[in-house]
């Protein structure tokens, strides 16, 4: 299920630092993260809690709040540059050209309103449409998850919990969107509810052409559906690259870690370690590689020199044994 | 092979509405199992399947509306005088999903430790329960330093130990384990699982592992129930459930599971349907809206479980059906 991959990227990330301003000083909770998302492609972003990739989302939609702070770093979409642009400014992008897809649909749909009533909420703070194509956009965009229109007058607690999230996606693309951001729209749901939804994302996308950025932490998830992976731990890419490429040959000790933490279903039965130790907190970093401590393969430079995110055949990769090759 | 504990017919129906609504939600209808000592079991289903049910009638949280608990062949209902609720208690005790809410944040770790300590084995002096709370320690994991640490200071995975330390405090022969790993990041998972298997091993405990996971059932448990709306869809050892699935929802699910390993399957794509709420259930097959293989039949007789493959069995007309052909051929 990869779908083509044309290379005019549609949102550029550069440079990305975001620090959270605490009384006790300021933990930087993404570090110099830098990605391209080319348009109608999906890519997936994992990482255990902790990592980042949430408040990585944030500051890609703009949507960081204090004591959340964009230290540094440019958000290119579209050829413009998010960063510094007023309120009113993104409000003519946001929802239209970019939308959002948050982790819980039972926090975000307002409970007291009709679903037909915060879709009109949506649409009529980002445009100026009629009371006809709001009713006509709203049953289309049902009708595309899956949903019947009549819903429209339904409240979010009449609906289960996989319809709940369809609605939620449905309302991100009432709108036609280039790029829609994604934070663990599955989560919630049960295993065939979840694998339903993905397909649907995945049809959807390539219907639309809109170009996916799915944050989860669940690797195993995306295998099907994402083309590019990127892997973060402590607010830093470990691995960037193509979804087939790192599920076949991950490179990046942490990625293998996680890869052998999934128990599978089929062939033998096999004991695994899972990664040792606790994802670091990010007021204390240790010095070096930020995974040396959890690392099996770490030797005394690990502790001391921190690794560049460079290319090691066509991925790039954050470990210094993997890119002088004393790591095969 | 004598079971450790036994549930027969089972059930649990809540009165929903309004006071002088009829209608009663059937969470659990007419189950029974059985789980061997030094065996851990898996329970497994959707969310408003039953199975969080079931493990709070065998913690006596809710009272069964119907069907009878044994423990080590008496039955729970016998249990009045609050010696025999508290010997219970501490021979099956309950390990919780959420290890951030589990745990009380004002005090010590050991704070809980001790106190469960002092009132399940009053035999102990304060300073063997302090032995003991760090012998247990050690058993999961954990320093006995940890001891002394505020929750807060503990990683969600560290404090899932201390849920099992608890347990294992009280020289359980049950524990009941709730989603124990499911709010916990992967690389963390796979440890918990591991202890898991340890204290069957090594300790003699069992388990019932109630999740929804398969891949980790598969990874850690013995035997296989498979919930489907308050009912036992289909149970086994798990290798043989997993390897020749014989119900259909059971197929759905497996086919559900997402496994990089795995071509991607096409079962689960068709699948838009939902799991009933069991209000006022008519008889009949619970999951035959959703069922491939649905016939007449489904719509009239409920289902019940019987014996397809050694140990195996599966509630599901068609599936029965055709072993008995291929039994009558062969």
Redesign the interface.
Known sequence: MQSRVPDTPVLEVSGLSVDYLLDRGSVRAVDDVSFTVSRGEFLGIVGESGCGKSTLLFAVAQLLAPPAHLAAGTVMFKGTNLVGLTDRQLSAIRWQAMSVVMQSAMNALNPVKTIGAQFKDAMQAHGKPSKEEITARSAEVLRMVGIDPVHLRSYPHQLSGGMRQRSMIAMAMLFTPDLVIMDEPTSALDVVAQRSLMVQIKELQQTFGFAVIFVTHDMSLISHFSDRLMVMYAGQVDELGATKMIFDRPRHPYTQGLLEAFPSIRGPRVPLKGIPGNPPDLSSVPAGCRFHPRCPHALDRCAQVPPDLSPVDGDLVRCLRRQDGSLS | MTDLLRVEHLTRHFKIGGALSQRTLHAVDDVSFGINAREIVALAG??GSGKSTIARMLARIYRPTSGEIYFEGKSLSRIRSRRDQLRYSGLVPMVFQDPFGSINPVFRVQHGMLRSLKLHRPELSAAQRLEEAARVFDVVGLNPDMLQRFPYEL????RQRVGFAQALAMRPKLILADEPVSML???????L??LMAKLRDEEGVSILYIT?????A??VADRLIVMYAGQIAETGPI?DV?AHPRHPYTQ???????????P?SVA??T??G?PPKVIDPAPGCRFRWRCPLAIDTCAQVTPELAELRPAHDAACHVAQTSAEEVKAFS
């Open positions: 959707e969310s990683s969600g995975g560290q990041d992967v690389s963390i998972r796979i440890g699982l591991n929804h996971d398969i891949a980790s598969r990874y290798e997993l759905l699910l497996l086919s559900a599971v997402p496994d990089p390993r795995a991607l689960a794509e699948d838009r939902e």
